[in-house]
């Protein structure tokens, strides 16, 4: 038996969250059982708590796209019995049962190591949303950002993927603007590394001009929607946005000018299918350059029984920094 989060839909339609006991022969089908550890909380998560949001395939359904834990059994050679994993992505927790459980059984070729130095809570406290900050940093180096040609631009600071943006952007030396629209949440920013606040009103604002005054040396966007057609106006010569979320809509009101005139790259960043030799690459890169004490500050901690009021939450915009889920707790 197993502890998990099951959602479950009524003939009406309407889907149930409660943590229950279930039978193993339950888990799905995959080469390696984990036992989970700790389990996080993202956007997607709440909709899978909730209606579903159209990821959901199947009813009933464990959610929770990424986890840490410790190899139970394996037929894969890779992996033996108490080795340490991480899995983000490959839409576990939407179409294939996730960590919101004590017990989860994947594909092999879904998990990856757990890096030196890092424990199972530490790589949740990361998850899915501090993968995808690496991967858009990643990516902006290899445009050529380099420290001091200027500050970098963080929108959505506050949220998991910013934040953790803004604290491995700050450790590597850079300048970081990060955008909020939370007053409260300025200190917070600030103790993560970011030199200046720029109030969300300021940037989120359409303009019709194609162009403006050069600002930004690069820029990690987790909005998307007016706000990533405005900053591609402000970005430097040769400069890049990688572009990581749509929290204030999936439109893009821009011109092409910016990239014709000023040579400005859009960069798409994907966390969900990204091929193994990345992702062990992004991870080795977390251990190194993410400041963990940091990391640690953004924690708010929870259990299984808290997740149903949390992923309500993450739905309305309410919920700051990384919430880590102890499932066995």
Known sequence: MFKALLVEKDEAGATHASVQELDDARLPEGEVTVAVEYSTLNYKDG???GPGGGLVRQYPHVPGIDFAGAVETSDD???KPGDKVVL???RVGEAHWGG????ARVRADWLVPLPEGLSTRDAMAVGTAGLTAMLAVMALEKQGLK???GPVLVTGAAGGVGSVATAILASLGHEVAAVTGRPETEDYLRDLGAASIVPRAEINETTKKPLESERWAGC????????LARVLGQVNYGGSVAAV?????????AKVIPFLLRGVNLLGIDSVMQPYDNRVEAWKRIARDLPMEKLRAMIRPARLGDLPELGAEILKGQVR????????G
């Open 220 to 227: 990690v966007d987790a909005v998307g929607g007016a706000m």
């Open 245 to 253: 979320g749509l929290a204030g809509g999936a439109d893009l009101p």
């Open 321 to 328: 920094g990384r919430v880590v889920v102890d499932v066995a």
């Open 47 to 49: 909709l899978c708590i």
């Open 147 to 149: 420290t001091g040609q």
């Open 88 to 90: 983000t992505g490959w």
């Open 100 to 103: 919101y459980a004590t017990r």
């Open 77 to 79: 050679a890779r992996y």
